[in-house]
């Protein structure tokens, strides 16, 4: 009896183990697929990207206007506002216990050209929430992002 008390309390403690580096290596995969959504943005320019990895039932939360529901209401919305380059740092995800939801959170750059073809920079912070798709991919289900100041090493 005490052998199998034994044998039951190792495979728990394995079990547990396992599920630990799965959880990890999801939120490395969830932190990872951020940055391709970064860098997809750089090479192929916001819309394109944001189209590329929402969820088809994706909302979007844009600073100071009201929330965009859907991935191709999404796509319209951006593909109306003036062109320019979007840019974002992932700096830190997490993954829920059943690994199929997770957030990001980083800092976004913005530039714009003014209607006086002037650049105009800015900057924010952002969080989006993760779905794990049937097919394995992570997809955003929620984009949030809000203004801040400068970074303190930006003149």
């Known amino acids: 009896m005490r ?9 728990l403690s ?33 819309t394109a990207a944001f189209h590329a990895f929402l969820a088809d039932s994706a909302i979007m939360f844009p600073a100071g206007a009201n929330p965009i529901a859907g991935r191709e209401s999404i796509r319209e919305a951006m593909a ?16 829920a216990a059943a690994a199929d939801l997770g957030w990001t959170w980083g800092t976004y750059k913005s530039q714009l050209a003014d209607k006086n073809d002037q650049k105009q920079i800015r ?30 090493n930006v003149q």
């Open 3 to 11: 052998t199998r008390y034994l044998c039951y309390l190792v495979i």
């Open 14 to 46: 394995l079990a547990a183990c396992a599920q630990q580096q799965d959880l990890e290596q999801e939120r490395k995969s969830l932190l990872e697929t951020d940055r391709k959504f970064a860098q997809a943005s750089i090479d192929s320019g916001a």
């Open 80 to 95: 109306a506002s003036p062109g320019g380059l979007l840019t974002w740092e992932p700096q830190h995800a997490e993954v």
């Open 123 to 152: 900057y924010g912070k952002y969080v989006n929430i993760w779905q794990k798709q049937p097919d394995g991919t992570w997809r955003v289900r929620v984009d949030i992002g809000n203004a801040s100041p400068p970074p303190h």
